[in-house]
Each structure stands twice: as structure tokens, then as C-alpha cells.
């Protein structure tokens, strides 16, 4: 009665979808315990952690998946549905839902290896079932999946890479959020379409270097306060060694080698053009940058004229008497008579 397609569980699906109880005794059917139905979500979970099965205990596995289940279940739950377009809802409780299992999960090697593409597409519809009959339901769906399973797996990464390359908390915060940062900069503005050839170096090309950015923009252009090129390198090595790379990406030009020569290169030309800069900022520009850029500025507008500044003295700045000018000077000042003595300037 609910709408939601609803299946028989199959054998390999033990609790908690077909919990076992003792019957009252053999051969007495009225006391079997009925068989519990498994739904869409439930069988997608089952399936899509079945690669990984033979990692864990049975028992863990059983209770592994009803984890699963109930971080499926109990995403979303606080949203807002009718402020909302389906597209935000959806990233929304993917980002929800996928906090969720990280947290929990994170630890787990194998958890880059599970697809959870068709769980998360039976949760929404279970979630949000108003929206399950449109035409773009599953592309958002998919596109919702892989874009907050690529941030929640960069994230954990970032966070365990940044504890091992330095011990001072506030370098470790300004760290991850650059390096973040940037991430999603140089991840939004990455193409699938790019050639297969260059496609990984576009990716880590811009992350680098917006990292760089985003720590001259924190310490004035200095980054080398934060880290230095050589333990940043080791770094952004250590994420792909992580699997720190988009799967999205990774799956389309694959992942690239270890110890990756492109990293350091371009680490290394990243905090070439960072010291260039600082020595540009500390020196100045020229007089005729600074007469070009103010010409720039004024565009038609004319320069007010100078204004005039008063001498010092009448004569002040004048060229020096001539001989005949000073005789004639001297004579003037002979035939004044003097001023006699104890007779003040006023009254004389």
C-alpha cells in the first residue's frame, strides 16, 4: 500500500530483513515465524556490498549491512521538501548519507571499491517518492552520488593526510583548507572531455596550483610559512596513494603512478612564481609602470596643473647680483644713517 516495489528476501540476505526465532516446535507450521520482505533498498545494499563480502566476518557482514541501511534511511530526514527543487534535495541527502557512512566507514579500504550508485537511487525514490516518476530522476540521482561520494572521500583523505605532514594545529587547518578549497575549484572547472592524454595533469595541475593560491591569500604571499614546496609534494603524492583522486575522474583516464613526477614539478613551479611575486610586491613598480598605470586609470581625464608654491624670501631662488648690481647695492646702504644706540628699530 505504500507504492514502494517490494521483493522476497533471497537466501544470502540474513538479518535484518528475515530475523530467526525457534519454532514452538517441529512440524508445527502455525508457530513458524512469517517471512519478513526485503525492500529495493535493502537487495541493492546486499548486492552492492557483495565484492567486498570476503573482507569481513559473516557476522560483521550482516551487521555491516544494516548499518548501511540505516544511514540510507534515516538521511534527510530534517529537509525542507517544499522550499527545495529536487536537484538540491538530491545532493543534499547524498551529502547526508554519505557523511554518514564515512564517518562510520572511513577507515575501511575497501569502502572505494563499493559502487553505491543503485542503493542511493533506491533510497531517494524511497525518500522523495513524488519525484520518482521524472524523466531526469536517475541522472540527478547518479550525478548526486558520485559528486558527494568524490567530496567525502577527498575530505577523509585530506584530513588523514594533513596529521602526517606537520604537528601544528593551526598549519594543519590552514592546510586542509586550502587544499580543499582548491579542490573544488579545479574539480568544478575540470572536463570530462579533456584529452585522455592530459586529463589527470589538468585535474592535479589546477589543484596545485590553487592551493598555492589559497595559501599566499592566507599568509600575505608568503606559503612557505604553511608548508614548503618539498612537504607539499609528499603530500599531494600521499592522496594518490590514498586514492584521494575524484572516482569519477580515475574511471575515465585511470589513476596515475606512484611518487608521480608531475606533482613535484609542479609544486616546484607553483612556488617559483609565488617568490616572484613577493620580490615584485617588496620592490615595487617602476616610475614608468607607476606613470602607465595611472594613465590607465585617468583614461581621457587630464592632470590637474601644479600648483604654485611661495618662496621662501622675495629673490629667493634668483641667480646672484652682478658686480655692479652689488656696488650699486652697497652704496644705497652707506648713505643710511645709522640708528643710534638704545633707539629701538619701531621708533627709528
Given at each position: 500500500g505504500s507504492g514502494h516495489s517490494r521483493l522476497k528476501c533471497p537466501a544470502h540476505i540474513a538479518a535484518p530483513c528475515q530475523p530467526t526465532m525457534a519454532a514452538a516446535g517441529e512440524g508445527d507450521a502455525a508457530a513458524a515465524p512469517p517471512v519478513r520482505e526485503a525492500t529495493l533498498l535493502q537487495l541493492a545494499i546486499a548486492d552492492a556490498l557483495k565484492p567486498i563480502s570476503h573482507l569481513e566476518q559473516a557476522e560483521e557482514f550482516d551487521k555491516l549491512k544494516f548499518k548501511v541501511c540505516t544511514y540510507f534511511t534515516k538521511a534527510g530526514r530534517s529537509l525542507e521538501v517544499a522550499s527545495k527543487s529536487f536537484i538540491q534535495l538530491a545532493n543534499d541527502f547524498a551529502d547526508m548519507a554519505f557523511g554518514s557512512i564515512f564517518t562510520a566507514l572511513g577507515d575501511k579500504d575497501w569502502l572505494v571499491e563499493v559502487d553505491f550508485t543503485v542503493p542511493f537511487t533506491a533510497a531517494l525514490r524511497e525518500r522523495f517518492p513524488k519525484f520518482a516518476n521524472m524523466s531526469h530522476f536517475e541522472k540527478t540521482a547518479q550525478d548526486a552520488c558520485d559528486r558527494a561520494f568524490d567530496e567525502k572521500q577527498s575530505e577523509s583523505v585530506l584530513w588523514e593526510c594533513v596529521q602526517m605532514v606537520s604537528e601544528q594545529k593551526q598549519q594543519r587547518t590552514k592546510l586542509y583548507e586550502a587544499v580543499n578549497l582548491a579542490r573544488k575549484t579545479a574539480k568544478s572547472s575540470f572536463s570530462k572531455n579533456s584529452l585522455s592524454t592530459d586529463g589527470l595533469e589538468t585535474l592535479m595541475g589546477g589543484w596545485i596550483k590553487n592551493t598555492v593560491e589559497q595559501l599566499k591569500?592566507?599568509?600575505?604571499?608568503?606559503?612557505?610559512?604553511?608548508?614548503?614546496?618539498?612537504?607539499?609534494?609528499?603530500?599531494?603524492?600521499?592522496?594518490?596513494?590514498?586514492?584521494?583522486?575524484?572516482?569519477?575522474?580515475?574511471?575515465?583516464?585511470?589513476?596515475?603512478?606512484?611518487?608521480?613526477?608531475?606533482?613535484?614539478?609542479?609544486?616546484?613551479?607553483?612556488?617559483?612564481?609565488?617568490?616572484?611575486?613577493?620580490?615584485?610586491?617588496?620592490?615595487?613598480?617602476?616610475?614608468?609602470?607607476?606613470?602607465?598605470?595611472?594613465?590607465?586609470?585617468?583614461?581621457?581625464?587630464?592632470?590637474?596643473?601644479?600648483?604654485?608654491?611661495?618662496?621662501?624670501?622675495?629673490?629667493?631662488?634668483?641667480?646672484?647680483?652682478?658686480?655692479?648690481?652689488?656696488?650699486?647695492?652697497?652704496?644705497?646702504?652707506?648713505?643710511?644713517?645709522?640708528?643710534?644706540?638704545?633707539?629701538?628699530?619701531?621708533?627709528?
Amino acid at each position: 500500500g505504500s507504492g514502494h516495489s517490494r521483493l522476497k528476501c533471497p537466501a544470502h540476505i540474513a538479518a535484518p530483513c528475515q530475523p530467526t526465532m525457534a519454532a514452538a516446535g517441529e512440524g508445527d507450521a502455525a508457530a513458524a515465524p512469517p517471512v519478513r520482505e526485503a525492500t529495493l533498498l535493502q537487495l541493492a545494499i546486499a548486492d552492492a556490498l557483495k565484492p567486498i563480502s570476503h573482507l569481513e566476518q559473516a557476522e560483521e557482514f550482516d551487521k555491516l549491512k544494516f548499518k548501511v541501511c540505516t544511514y540510507f534511511t534515516k538521511a534527510g530526514r530534517s529537509l525542507e521538501v517544499a522550499s527545495k527543487s529536487f536537484i538540491q534535495l538530491a545532493n543534499d541527502f547524498a551529502d547526508m548519507a554519505f557523511g554518514s557512512i564515512f564517518t562510520a566507514l572511513g577507515d575501511k579500504d575497501w569502502l572505494v571499491e563499493v559502487d553505491f550508485t543503485v542503493p542511493f537511487t533506491a533510497a531517494l525514490r524511497e525518500r522523495f517518492p513524488k519525484f520518482a516518476n521524472m524523466s531526469h530522476f536517475e541522472k540527478t540521482a547518479q550525478d548526486a552520488c558520485d559528486r558527494a561520494f568524490d567530496e567525502k572521500q577527498s575530505e577523509s583523505v585530506l584530513w588523514e593526510c594533513v596529521q602526517m605532514v606537520s604537528e601544528q594545529k593551526q598549519q594543519r587547518t590552514k592546510l586542509y583548507e586550502a587544499v580543499n578549497l582548491a579542490r573544488k575549484t579545479a574539480k568544478s572547472s575540470f572536463s570530462k572531455n579533456s584529452l585522455s592524454t592530459d586529463g589527470l595533469e589538468t585535474l592535479m595541475g589546477g589543484w596545485i596550483k590553487n592551493t598555492v593560491e589559497q595559501l599566499k591569500a592566507a599568509t600575505g604571499g608568503f606559503p612557505e610559512q604553511v608548508v614548503s614546496a618539498e612537504v607539499l609534494t609528499q603530500f599531494f603524492n600521499g592522496i594518490v596513494a590514498k586514492n584521494g583522486l575524484p572516482r569519477t575522474v580515475t574511471a575515465v583516464f585511470g589513476a596515475p603512478p606512484a611518487n608521480w613526477p608531475y606533482i613535484q614539478s609542479t609544486v616546484a613551479e607553483a612556488f617559483n612564481e609565488a617568490a616572484d611575486d613577493a620580490a615584485a610586491a617588496l620592490v615595487g613598480p617602476s616610475a614608468d609602470e607607476r606613470a602607465a598605470g595611472l594613465e590607465a586609470e585617468l583614461g581621457d581625464r587630464k592632470l590637474p596643473p601644479p600648483k604654485r608654491s611661495r618662496g621662501r624670501a622675495e629673490g629667493y631662488g634668483r641667480a646672484p647680483p652682478t658686480g655692479e648690481q652689488a656696488k650699486a647695492w652697497q652704496d644705497q646702504i652707506s648713505r643710511m644713517p645709522a640708528r643710534p644706540y638704545g633707539i629701538s628699530k619701531k621708533k627709528w
